[in-house]
């Protein structure tokens, strides 16, 4: 009879063990979530929160609107082709724009005039500024997508250290699996919130960059037709205008019945033959 009633005691007392533990790993909420996960959740999260922060960002920067206006190129034209300020109004309209467009043509309007290599070597630095604003912060997120899975390892290597320390030093561990089962259930959660984190943020990060290649390679195409149609037109313009100025004069050469040119005498030498014969 003490027997069994010992066996109903060990069951009851396996059985009420086995109820805390699951309630012990079971995850109401995402507070929840993050509290079992321990201390290393709290790096983890504040990369979550920074990556979001920094798309958000770019999403709203890297718009088309924002970066080359639809109507940017037909208000300049029509403030370029009046240069009789030396293009005075067509720097303004840029100014007033600010687009980073604007920015890259502005640098070559100021340049007009020069020689066509300088004018490119201008647009071309305009450009790498630009291009820098434009890639603003993706490094970070390039960082944030490669710690985060190390973090959420290293969460994992102290939760299991600490779930196999417990069952070494508690007397009650031997043949109670349930003890280390919820150390490492704990710990793993670390990793799968690192990689929740590191995923979305490398997607983001692909994302945008292919987004700003695809606007670079628009801005390159209407840098270089505005070479063409402004800086090298205007520089042959020049070269012809500085050939006609510098060409000299024809002297009209008298030809005799023969064809042969008649060499007209010397004022010079006419003069002094009259002074002799005085």
Known sequence: MNVLTNSGFALLGQTTSGLDAAAAVQVQSIWDFIVKGGPMMIPIGLCSLLALAVIVERLLTLRRSKVIPSDFLSGLQ????????????????????????????????????????????????????EVFKLRKYLRMLAVIASIAPLLGLLGTIFGMIDAFQTVATSGEALGRTELLAKG????????????????????GYHWLSGKIDRLLGEMDQMTVEFVENHALTRTAVETIDQRDSTRKPAIPVTMDR???????????EKIKSELAAL
């Open 78 to 129: 029509p403030v370029m082709e009046n240069n009789g300020d030396r293009y005075q109004g067509a720097l303004e309209y840029c100014e007033r724009s600010g687009s980073p467009i604007a920015n890259v043509f502005a640098a070559g309007i100021r340049s007009l005039g020069a020689s066509v290599e300088l004018v490119e070597k201008h647009i071309e630095q305009a450009g790498e500024r």
């Open 184 to 203: 490492i259930y704990q710990a793993m959660i670390t990793t799968a919130a690192g990689l929740m984190v590191a995923i979305p943020v490398l997607i």
């Open 258 to 268: 023969g064809g042969s040119p008649i060499q007209k005498p010397d004022e010079s």
